[in-house]
């Protein structure tokens, strides 16, 4: 039973250009989150996809912004990259809205921007 | 790998050693909690979680405290081991799949 699995593990982008940062939810999930997490922190909340729509979303800029699929698969893509967006962008899945469904997350995609 | 709690309060702790991790939480109307173990260079890994209709919830050498009166939480860990040593965090939301808001982690440090 694969867990949440995350791509690419590690990455370099200059400042101005775009990433895109895969997900794949653990088997059976069908809820998506995001979470962004710089040095030193906790992580924060980006977005979540559920039925292939942005359900909910933190206090992130519009360059920010996401795609689930039908196989409930999903994409982070951030535009107009900044020196602050470096971070661990962690992907979380879990089983749609009921209440206390655990949370899985991935191992994370490492964003440096240079 | 990148460390992700590169500033963080730390507790170290002799092995075999119990270990008591501290959260303090702001939301009154948070109804779910977890724990999660995080190792460096690795996404986060869930623990344990407790509702909020309870106050102890026991697992495999794990034990989470809810005291919802002075918005506190814990973690126990019996026994600590090596293995343990990582940054641990504590989320929390107000139930069914809401966003989870993390604390601000604790680097739990073991020495042999």
């Known amino acids: 039973d694969a867990g949440v699995t995350q791509s690419p593990t590690h990455l370099i982008k200059t400042r101005g250009q775009q990433v895109t940062l895969r997900c794949s939810p653990k088997?059976?999930?069908?809820?998506v989150s995001w979470y962004q997490q710089a040095l030193g922190q906790g992580p924060q909340f980006i977005f979540q996809?559920?039925?292939?729509?942005?359900?909910q979303r933190g206090n992130f800029p519009d360059r920010f912004s996401g795609h689930q699929f039908p196989n409930y698969s999903s994409e982070l893509n951030v535009n107009a990259l900044l020196l602050g967006d470096s971070a661990l962008y962690l992907c979380?899945?879990?089983?749609?809205?009921?209440?206390?469904?655990?949370?899985?997350f991935g191992e994370g995609s490492w964003l440096t921007v240079v | 790998g990148e460390s992700v709690g590169l500033h963080l309060p730390t507790l170290s702790v002799q092995e075999g050693d119990n270990s008591i991790i501290n959260c303090a939480y702001s939301n009154s109307a948070s109804d779910y909690f977890i724990w999660y173990k995080q190792e460096s260079g690795k996404g986060p890994q869930f623990i344990i979680d407790i509702r909020s209709n309870m106050d102890k919830r026991q697992g495999q050498r794990v034990t989470v405290l809810l005291n919802k009166t002075v918005k506190h939480l814990s973690l126990q860990i019996a026994a600590t081991q090596p293995g343990d040593s990582a940054v641990y965090f504590c989320?929390?939301?107000?139930?069914?799949?809401?966003?989870?808001?993390f604390g601000k982690g604790t680097r739990l440090s073991v020495i042999a």
């Open positions: 979380a899945s879990s089983l749609g809205t009921r209440w206390g469904n655990t949370i899985y």
């Open positions: 088997s059976g999930h069908d809820t």
């Open positions: 996809y559920y039925e292939e729509e942005e359900r």
């Open positions: 989320a929390e939301n107000i139930g069914g799949n809401t966003p989870l808001v």
